[in-house]
């Protein structure tokens, strides 16, 4: 067996403009939340706890996140998190699904950062070697949940589900620079590793889940991806089956939002846009609602998780059939990665999302299935999403 390095054991390797890299002052980590889907208890609470202690937040639901008025001022800060797709459906007691493939990998983790004197030193990177992908589903059992959903469609069960797909491979050494390459993937708005004791999570995500700014909640939902060409362009923006897709997630997100907002703030600020991920077009749209008074982080992540756009619509029923027909859980992908510090929140929805234990590497890929769904389309476009992140590991 082979003993996985920390890759970061200290800091968040954040490589976008969230979180640390605002800090000139090195970070060090202060105190450590993670948890199992098995230990019990309601994740969205325990995390709101453990701010709590860290000096970060007040757990309670009078909680409002309007600029610096709710953070105490001391060395903390802020705090990395992640939250896995089952400590998602934990916090609003649906199916978490099957048991993740990579169960080394909490479902919840909280790490609290202080600033601190010089930085350590750190290790060049060890060799590294991967070896052969074993996918959790062969590309007609993919094909086939695909008509499945198609069919529960059609008797009215569900109107879209996001049906994900795993991969994983053995591997030997140190994993710190594939994991870093994946980071630095085109596109990637949450970009960043963090570790703990034989296990580690890098995220190239573009989707942001929830952003909140002086009381404002943003989430971007991404739905509809072609190849990154000007015909997949013309494509993608001329697609009524991607683009009823997009609006309809859309509109869950707006319903999501209005569960914690100001009566009459939820408003669609940007709809279907097309942007760039590696070598893919991606259409996003952006929905914001100001915050209501009394509104706590539980609250707020009890609305939005786990995201939409990795769900489907309605959310539980989709939920239902998403954990009896994938093969495998979805472990920290289809959940949330950032950062809380004392001018707000900003986390990611883990899509674009890779795991590393003391074995093997893990890598999830999925796509939105409609009624308009062909089950090889689906199946490519997941290909499609895994590659960056396949080659970014291997190269």
Known sequence: MTTIHPVVRRAPHFLSDIGPTACSAPLAERSRLEWRRDSGGDPALLLAGFLADAGLSRPDPSEEFFG?????????????????????????RAPGGPPSPAPGVPDLVAVAFEHSGPAEPVAPPGEWRLGAWRDSWSPAEHAAAVTRVRSAIADGEVYQVNLVGHASAPYRGDPTSALRRVTRLPGARYAGVLSGDGWAVACASPETLVEVRGGRAVTRPIKGTRPATAAGRAQLLASAKERAEHVMIVDLERNDLARVARTGSVRVDELYAVRR???????ESTVSAQLAAGTGLADLLRALCPGGSVTGAPKRAALDVIAALEPVGRGPSMGAFGWIGPDGIDLGLTIRTVAVDTERVHV?????????????????????????????LRA
């Open 68 to 92: 610096h008025s709710t953070w105490r001022k001391n060395s903390v800060c802020g705090a990395a998190v992640l939250i896995s797709a089952a400590a998602g459906a934990a916090m609003i």
């Open 277 to 283: 991920w590696c070598g893919l077009w991606q259409a």
């Open 364 to 392: 999830w890929a999925g796509g939105g299935i409609t009624w308009g769904s062909d089950p090889a389309a689906e199946v490519a476009e997941a290909a499609a999403k895994a590659g960056p992140l396949r080659a970014a």
